[in-house]
């Protein structure tokens, strides 16, 4: 079956007692159990697993190509929960461009917890492949990376990866699967912010890690959400179950329209430079073009003049919401050195775009308007 099939139909068989198409939204946090405690119908308690939650599960594994999925309160929740599942102690190389919150967590939890985290540049293979001359349990790539869109080749990363003993987890929030399958490629572990495009409109959060195989891993990491506590809840559940089901339909429009600003961005006199996979001269083009169906709803792109004439056209912008996050359906503009703070590595004339689901030609009229108003 096809993604957009698939998208659509998994875990999404009519409800059992009345029939309904739309998913029941279970709320109960604890189910009827046997004299002697046992789960009747396979639920005892919320924090453990839910039926709603199962279905978007088995939504998540089917449209990923993976054996199984865990749905978490956040993305931040999920890769936290993948890495707490590692043996104590455990070697971590996390990519150097990761989302900058996973460098916070790596510097502020798990090495002050016993874990060794380098930061690599994971998407060279010759760094990648001398880091794994010591041995390292995960790989941690992001691809395309948040905010510079570096692409990542995930099937030499995956056999470099395995290699060398290690397993590779990769970041797809800003892919997702309608454009991207890792697992496809040799990845061991997807994970997805679902609060972003899978949820689609702005008002959920949540995350999710998808496994190539239901193995003990798995088991391990299903434990660590239900004592370190980060579940995801029901009703996000059955939020990101309904943003699944148009996620091929909107991912096609997200990368047309971003694709088209980025063109016109790219022949712009006050653009230094535009970071889009979808343009023949970015660096990771060739590889974006195998292992990607389209190129994605995000870019960025750097102002002449650095930061004040960044935050310049910003403040100019119209259409484009001054918001972070990603993945809506309306279009959102960010300094992102000013989000990122002290110890941000992103270029100060930087803007990061979330591009929405508008008509192209008001979006390409507001970034005309912006960049010509001078602070
Ligand atoms: C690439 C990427 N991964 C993970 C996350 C974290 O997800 P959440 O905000 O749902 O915790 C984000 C958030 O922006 C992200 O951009």
Do not use: K, T, V
């Given at each position: 079956m096809r993604f957009e099939t698939i998208a659509i139909h998994a875990g999404g068989e009519p409800d059992p007692e009345t029939g309904a198409i739309a998913p029941p939204l279970h709320l109960s946090t604890t189910f009827e159990l046997s004299p002697d405690s046992r789960p009747l119908r396979g639920y005892r308690y919320a924090r453990e697993a839910n039926p709603t939650q199962t279905r978007l599960e088995i939504a998540l594994a089917a449209m990923e190509g993976g054996e199984g999925a865990l749905f978490f309160a956040s993305g931040m929740g999920a890769g936290a929960a993948l890495a707490q599942s590692l043996e104590p102690g455990s070697r971590i190389l996390l990519t150097h461009d990761s989302y900058y919150a996973f460098q916070l967590l790596a510097k502020d939890y798990l090495e002050p917890f016993g874990f060794r985290c380098e930061r690599v540049p994971v998407g060279d293979p010759e760094a990648l492949a001398r880091a794994l001359r010591e041995p390292a349990a995960l790989v941690w790539a992001e691809t395309?990376?948040?905010?510079?869109l570096n692409i990542t080749d995930i099937g030499l990363t995956a056999a470099l990866a395995h290699e060398a003993g290690a397993r590779l987890l990769v970041d797809g929030t800003f892919a997702t699967p309608a454009l991207q399958r890792p697992l496809e490629l040799g990845a061991d572990f997807v994970l997805h912010s679902t609060t972003k495009y899978l949820g689609g409109h702005s008002d959920v959060l949540g995350g999710a890690v998808v496994f190539a195989r239901k193995d003990s891993f798995f088991e391990r990491v299903l434990h660590t959400r239900r004592i370190l506590g980060a579940a995801g809840s029901p009703f996000n559940a059955w939020m990101v179950l309904r943003g699944a089901r148009t996620l091929a339909a909107r991912m096609r429009v997200h990368s047309e329209n971003a694709q088209r600003l980025a063109e016109f961005l790219a022949t712009h006199p006050r653009v230094e430079k535009v970071h889009y996979p979808g343009l023949p001269h970015h660096p990771g083009h060739e590889i974006a073009r195998r292992q990607m169906r389209a190129y994605g709803g995000m870019l960025s792109f750097e102002v002449k003049g650095g930061r004040e004439a960044a935050i310049g056209v910003v403040a100019a912008l119209k259409i484009f919401v001054r918001a972070t996050s990603l993945g809506g359906v309306e279009s959102l503009a960010e300094h992102r050195w000013s989000t990122e703070g002290p110890g941000s590595t992103t270029p100060e004339g930087l803007v990061r775009l979330s591009v929405g689901l508008e008509h192209p030609d008001d979006l390409v009229e507001d970034l005309a308007q912006a960049l010509t108003t001078r602070a």
């Open positions: 395309p990376s948040n905010p510079l």
